[in-house]
Nanobody, 129 residues
Framework: QLQFVESGGGLVQPGGSLRLSCAAS????????IGWFRQAPGKEREGVSC????????NYADSVKGRFTISRDIAKNTVYLQMNSLKPEDAAVYYC??????????????????????WGQGTQVTVSS
């Protein structure tokens, strides 16, 4: 059964760092683009970053560019989101999601939430002093 499990969330002070993990099971990351999304209270879920199934393409929302880094470990079937210089506005529940991606799409990724059919349950990130 295909499953994503997020972990690594917690409370961090502004300017601090966290690394989120998205452990995948029931699938091989080589065939899936993975996206990270977040949802703050009262706001819509928004895309943060994505990595292509080839692993060679990553994209970031402008709000996190230069501060967040997405990566993956094929051997562990896990995708990471390294978050640095965290701001209070980064606080949200963070989700990872998967999209099967083959052929020419292996080299592309999008963090548009509507195209991702498989989702994890989320991990809470709180940024506060």
């Amino acid at each position: 059964q295909l499953q994503f499990v997020e972990s690594g969330g917690g409370l961090v002070q502004p300017g601090g760092s966290l690394r989120l993990s998205c452990a995948a099971s029931g699938l091989t990351l080589d065939y899936y683009a993975i996206g990270w999304f977040r949802q703050a209270p009262g706001k819509e879920r928004e895309g943060v970053s994505c990595i292509s199934s080839s692993g060679g393409t990553t994209n970031y929302a402008d709000s996190v560019k230069g501060r967040f880094t997405i990566s993956r470990d094929i051997a562990k079937n896990t995708v990471y989101l390294q978050m640095n210089s965290l701001k209070p506005e980064d606080a949200a529940v963070y989700y990872c999601a998967g999209l099967i991606s083959s052929g020419s799409r292996r080299y592309q990724c999008s963090y548009s939430r509507q195209i991702y059919p498989y989702w994890g349950q989320g991990t809470q990130v709180t940024v506060s002093s």
